[in-house]
């Protein structure tokens, strides 16, 4: 198959009517996917975006893939057996923080153990939106955004060392705002093999009044010789940090996870983004199948006939009944 | 007919010998049922086997026992009085003197009761008293030298650590039991083949130990036993399967190529069933003319098929997961229990919503919460037919026995994917656990209906639409993957594309869309395939009942049938959603007695009888002690129904 024409990010939104607030960092997000995806020329019928409930969880109505809007705090299991069941597939999976780290914490922390070749995008805003501004998983303790009648009294989850300690094996965070940045970001997340997780921080411009666009910025932290805003958000590239695991031993493993969790503790003046952890080494969950079953290359469930042309069933079960048989 | 039993503390080997009497004596040409009772335990607690062996089909066991095979004093303690009169109890003759108050894991009631009796009868607490007992009522002892016989094999074998034979002692039960049925040595050897596969030094040790036991009880007793069981000619193409093999099987031959599961008791047999068998062969009907998926991109299959089976982190996950791998286009299940299920209805709602084809086949056991997690009950027929928030449609169904089971899992696919929404397939505990020797099923007449779904690729300017408004309400389903048919997905209300709705207009459209599918299904579904009339179609008295009660009703009213009560039909329901009201009202309309026969409190089918058909049953007879009911029950209780018009009769039977 040839594809004739050179995909746009264009090519990848739908005509809807977007019914997010104006300024929300969804819009920031969206157009990155969208753009990653069309850099990649990745043909719209061969992706699947799965989404769970939120705000956030509209995505897929707006890009022109499949998109599979499922259940609060869900996308992971729905994407993962889509992906098993047909590997050509380019699998994104997309959600709030309340979504990911709240009711679907556990599926969370099992799609780490597993390392199916998907990609999940983390909107983390640090509220629940959709239903007026709670507090969410990633809200820290003591902070009162604007719709909390009192202070969080809960302590925040750190996404990226959570993500870490479970097995993902491309971990990163971006920002809503710096599209090109994410865009990279998302792009190296779809190509790498295994679960990669992007953890993208966002501003809600109705709910959060803390962590705002001019927040991130540091308008409040204005440079006394320049005069000028001290941004808090700063690249990982740029400092020289290394993400990739540079070769496949457990103790190389373990010396990059330690130091990417220890930088993903960085936060108030200065918070990094970029890739925090890479390792191209541990097997996917689809070469861990065809490790005990290397028919699964050939025959992934997808691409199986299950019938003849007249209807019949194909597998024969004479020999699983053999064993069963009663012999004199 | 044979009743056996066999039993002993968990982890000790109660299986492995209900095996191989069930496969031996099956080999010997033998019919056989066997029902498996355990605790929620892994070692130490009592576990017991009853097999029923004929000269014909068996579906069901009985309540006497005619065999009591032991090794451990609390087997006789618990089971001694099942025993008829003239049966055999054999046992360990060093553990006479155990007494019942040391046991510590027979519980407090069943401790209390027994030492009543034994009290009552005037005799003391010792093993000795209860075979005193039992001996003095015509039961025939016989006492084995386990210990001593294991000495002697290890001096045939060689073999001088003996605590590598100290296992022996459950085979040598079973070998006792051979010697006193008259029955041929040599297909224990065919048992222990079976029962312990390629390991052939162990087959080889164990049959020494049958041997020096088999010996031992033709020189030592006489040989007046009244059963015996002679080698017959072996019916063809017999097979041992339990419920969840035989469902195991059923899935790989509907096609079903994505299964996933959450551990849970007693379900998870089937999936590991499954994830053992996961490479099977293809066969060659049509001349291998395979009708390949599009997705397939020109990929070709090499002598093998594969199923996929997914250990998920909850069951959430589980049928999330296995509705993801339905639109990728695969038939995929999950397999569940109760509780398992009580997470899955979240999913099952989304999979109604987006009228995904997917199969959730529950193995119910004992509730509410945790209830009895290893004991029988069909508690969940309610809550399947209504579970979710709002309304979907969903088709629940019900077999009665193993080979129902087998066509009745291919049906649920084939329902599943014609109509384009959840099925749920219940079975229970019983069919889970229970072996039965069957007649291999014929597979030559199965087909597989994958209704609309699309196999090929579009040229994307047909404007697919994944819920198209159609006559008949089911739009053309095509899988993630094609080209030219881009769709969305969404749990909330929905246009035809798919996308979020909450037109007033569209609503009403979508959920009429939606729920009168259910009207198709009632339309297009045969009523065989939905009731199953047993008997005379103009009887006076109705048994109706459905699920695992099938094998105790149809043995029990043969036994009925030759105490000359031979007047009553029994209605079994197999899909109890949508309800077959039409059928149920027609064939009981000249009822002038209906008596439901359900494993629960409610009487929960007979609710959905009297709500969808009006009928409301003169007489129940229920059973929710967590164990099946025996086809002697039955007799019994339904004797009580008809000599005394028992409004409610609560049976509760078994150890």
């Not at chain 1, 541990?282 to 209807?311: F, H, N």
């Not at chain 2, 998926?293 to 909850?314: F, M, W």
């Amino acid at each position: 198959m040839t594809v004739t024409q050179k995909l746009t990010a264009a090519h990848f939104r739908t005509p809807l009517f977007n019914d997010w607030c104006p300024g929300c960092g969804d819009f920031g997000i969206l157009a990155s996917i969208q753009m990653a995806l069309a850099e990649l020329q990745i043909e719209p019928h061969r992706a699947v975006v799965f989404s769970g409930i939120g705000c956030s969880s509209k995505t897929p109505h707006y890009i022109n893939v499949y998109g599979i809007h499922t259940v609060h705090g869900r996308p992971l299991p729905f994407a993962i057996g889509a992906k098993l069941a047909n590997p050509d597939l380019t699998v994104i999976a997309v959600g709030g923080d309340g979504d990911g780290l709240g009711i679907g914490a556990g599926h969370f922390v099992n799609a780490g153990r597993r390392n199916v070749d998907i990609t999940y995008i983390l909107y983390d805003n640090g509220v629940y939106g959709l239903t007026k501004g709670q507090a969410s998983p990633t809200l820290r303790r003591g902070l009162k955004t604007k719709a909390l009648p009192r202070p969080n009294i809960n302590d925040a989850v750190n996404p990226i060392a959570l993500a870490i300690v479970s097995g993902y094996t491309f971990v990163a965070r971006g920002y809503a705002y710096d599209t090109r940045h994410l865009k990279e970001l998302i792009k190296q997340g779809i190509q790498h093999k295994g679960t990669s997780f992007i953890q993208v921080l966002q501003p809600c411009p109705t709910y959060n009044d803390i962590h705002t666009k001019e927040w991130f910025a540091g308008e409040d932290k204005i440079d006394p010789v320049s005069k000028r805003p001290t941004p808090r958000l700063y690249k990982l590239e740029e400092i020289g940090y290394v993400a990739e695991v540079q070769s496949d031993s457990e103790e190389e493993r373990v010396k990059r996870r330690v130091e990417a969790i220890r930088l993903s503790y960085e936060w108030g003046d200065r918070i990094p983004i970029g890739v925090f952890y890479n390792d191209p080494f541990t097997p996917t969950y689809e070469e861990r199948i065809a490790g005990i079953a290397p028919v699964y290359l050939e025959a992934a469930p997808a691409w199986q006939p299950i019938r003849t042309k007249s209807l019949r069933p194909v597998a024969d079960v004479t020999n699983i009944f053999n064993e069963l048989k009663v012999v004199q | 007919m044979l009743s056996w039993m066999i039993g002993g503390a968990q982890g000790s080997g109660v299986d492995s010998s209900a095996n191989l009497f069930a496969y031996s004596i099956s080999s010997a040409g033998y019919y056989i049922f066997g029902k498996r009772e355990y605790y929620s335990n892994i070692k130490g607690e009592h576990s017991y086997f009853n097999v029923v062996a004929s000269d014909r089909p068996v579906r069901s066991t009985i309540d006497p026992v005619h065999i009591l095979a032991s090794f451990d004093a609390e087997t006789v303690f618990r089971h001694a009085h099942e025993v008829v009169n003239g049966g055999a109890i054999i046992y360990d003759a060093s553990q006479e003197g155990e007494s019942l108050k040391n046991i510590p894991t027979i519980e407090e009631r069943v401790k209390t009761d027994l030492s009543r009796w034994l009290r009552d009868e005037g005799v003391g607490e010792t093993l000795k008293d209860v075979l005193t007992l039992a001996k003095r009522r015509g039961v025939k002892l016989y006492p084995i030298p386990y210990m001593d016989l294991i000495k002697k094999t290890g001096e045939i074998l060689g073999e001088q650590q003996l605590t590598l034979l100290m296992r022996m002692v459950n085979t040598m039960a079973v070998a006792a039991s051979f010697a006193l049925l008259k029955a041929d040595i040599n297909r224990l050897h065919r048992g222990l083949t079976y029962a312990f596969r390629a390991k052939k030094a162990v087959v080889e040790m164990n049959f020494a130990g049958c041997k020096v036991v088999y010996d031992y009880v033709k020189s030592n007793f006489s040989d007046d036993f009244p059963i015996s069981l002679p080698n017959r000619p072996l019916p063809q193409d017999l097979v041992l399967v339990n419920g969840t093999s035989i469902v195991g099987i059923a899935k790989v031959v509907a096609g079903c190529r994505f299964q996933t599961y959450y551990p849970i008791t007693p379900a998870a047999d089937e999936s590991v069933y499954l994830e053992d068998k996961q490479v099977f062969d293809l066969n060659m009907v049509d001349g291998g003319d395979y009708e390949y998926p599009h997705l397939a991109e020109n990929r070709q299959l090499s002598g093998k098929g594969h199923i996929l089976v997914v250990q998920t982190e909850d069951e959430l996950a589980a049928i999330d997961m296995a509705v993801g791998a339905s639109l990728a286009g695969v038939r995929a299940a999950t397999s569940t229990s109760g509780p398992g299920f009580s997470l899955m209805v979240e999913g099952l709602g989304w999979a109604g919503m987006n009228e995904v084809p997917v199969v959730i086949t529950i193995y119910q056991r004992g509730g509410p919460s945790t209830g009895l997690p290893t004991r029988h009950e069909q508690g969940d027929l309610l809550f399947t037919v209504f579970a979710g928030h709002g309304e979907f449609p969903r088709i629940v169904m019900a077999s009665g026995d193993m080979e129902e089971a087998f066509y009745d899992t291919i049906k649920a696919f084939n329902y599943a994917e014609k109509f384009q929404l959840p099925v749920i397939h219940l079975l229970d505990k019983s069919l889970a656990n229970s072996t039965q020797s069957i007649h291999i099923p014929n597979i030559g007449d199965v087909v597989l209906d994958r209704g609309l779904l699309i196999n090929e690729h579009l040229d994307g300017k047909s404007g697919y639409k994944r819920f198209q408004f159609t006559d008949n309400n089911i739009s053309p389903r095509a899988p993630i993957g094609t080209r030219g048919a881009i769709f969305w997905n969404t749990g909330d209300e929905h246009d035809e594309l798919g996308h979020i709705s909450e037109d007033p207009v569209i609503r009403t459209r979508m959920m009429d869309k939606r729920m009168s599918k259910l009207e198709l299904v009632k339309e297009s579904i045969p009523t065989e395939e939905k009731v199953v009339i047993h008997g005379g179609h103009d009887s006076d008295t109705w048994i109706v009942s459905w699920g695992s009660t099938k094998g105790p009703i149809l043995d029990a009213l043969e036994m009925l049938r030759e105490e000359g009560i031979d007047s009553i039909s029994f209605l079994q329901l197999k899909i109890l959603h949508p309800f077959p009201a039409e059928a149920c009202s027609e064939i009981l309309s000249g009822a002038k007695r209906i008596i439901d026969i359900e494993q629960n409190y409610s009487g929960q089918m007979a609710k959905l009888l009297a709500m969808e058909a009006g009928i409301r049953p003169t007489n129940w007879i229920l059973k929710y002690n967590g164990r099946p009911f025996s086809s002697t029950e039955v007799a019994d209780a339904v004797k009580d129904v008809l000599s005394r018009n028992t409004k409610r009769v609560v049976t509760n039977r078994g150890g």
